[in-house]
């Protein structure tokens, strides 16, 4: 395969083709999601939700990242592999933001890192960029910062923080990002913003004018089941399918049907 490259992506922008991004946290998974040709895999501290079980995106720390990400790098040969820097990893100054970036790239050999906020972190952005470390953005609900927002809902319906919204991300344009995540924000937001800059905008659930799309892997197979928000398309009931499957194997087991005869030496 011809590699995913942070160039590739803003091409892809210009040439009005859609971006697909979707998340891996392991091996197995990471190699199912490349095979299928996405175009960036995102390792993101979602991971402290679907894999780890937490409430919250804030509990995982930098070296679980950096444990997923070196899992999903060496399943992948197409895909760009960005990874989300986890929250107390970066928001207290600038050199430790570097720090923690640089350890994820030479840790997992992930290919660029992702942030949350625009304005408030400008001057970590500035530095893992001169460091030679490409950096996406992400803006809206930022999920880093649910206790400030108290709620999951819909971010930048105002018309104060939609500007700030679509000044953060003219910075983070200028700062030199590849590109940013548009979460949980008004349809016509992402419109505006996806016009106003050339690097490509990827939304969940931040409606069709993203230049890209981006889901937690879990939500788009059926694994998570309690979680329904709008924005979500599901393509498969996993969750249905590998309970049937699990139960079928329970059920096999007190038959004494499994192992049978030819499964056996
Ligand atoms: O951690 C994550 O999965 C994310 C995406 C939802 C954008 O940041
Ligand atoms: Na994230």
């Known amino acids: 395969y011809k590699r995913i490259t942070t160039k590739s992506l803003i091409e892809m922008k210009r040439n009005g083709e859609k971006i697909s991004m979707l998340t891996s946290y392991d091996y197995s998974m990471a190699k199912i999601v490349d095979d299928a040709h996405v175009d960036v895999i995102l390792v993101g501290d979602s991971a402290s939700n679907v894999m780890a079980g937490h409430e919250t995106t804030l509990p995982i720390t930098l070296d679980q990242m950096i444990y997923h990400a070196s899992s999903v790098i060496r399943a992948v040969h197409r895909a760009l592999v960005v990874v989300d820097i986890p929250f107390g990893s970066y928001q207290s100054d600038p050199k430790e ?42 803006l809206g609900l930022t999920p880093q910062s649910i206790y400030k927002f108290g709620t999951y809902s819909v971010r930048a319906k105002e018309d104060e923080e939609a500007e700030k919204l679509l000044e953060d991300a003219k910075l983070l344009e200028k700062l030199g ?30 409606g069709k004018y993203a230049d890209g799309q981006v889901l937690v ?32 194997y329970v059920k096999d087991v007190k038959n004494r ?6 499964e056996q030496y």
């Open 217 to 248: 892997i879990h939500d788009l197979l059926g694994m998570t089941h309690e979680f329904n928000p709008r924005f979500l398309r599901r393509y498969m009931n996993l969750y249905e399918e590998m309970g049937n499957a699990i139960s079928n």
């Open 257 to 262: 049907d499994f192992p049978n005869d030819d």
């Open 177 to 206: 990002c590849f590109g940013i995540v548009l979460e949980k924000i008004p349809a016509a937001l992402t419109k505006k913003v996806s016009e106003s800059i050339s690097i490509p905008t990827i939304g969940i659930g931040g």
């Open 97 to 138: 933001a570097l720090r923690s970036a640089i350890r994820i790239m030479k840790e997992s050999g992930a290919h660029a890192v992702k942030l949350e906020g625009g304005i408030e972190i400008k001057e970590s952005v500035k530095r893992i960029l001169n460091a030679g470390i490409p950096v996406m953005g992400h």
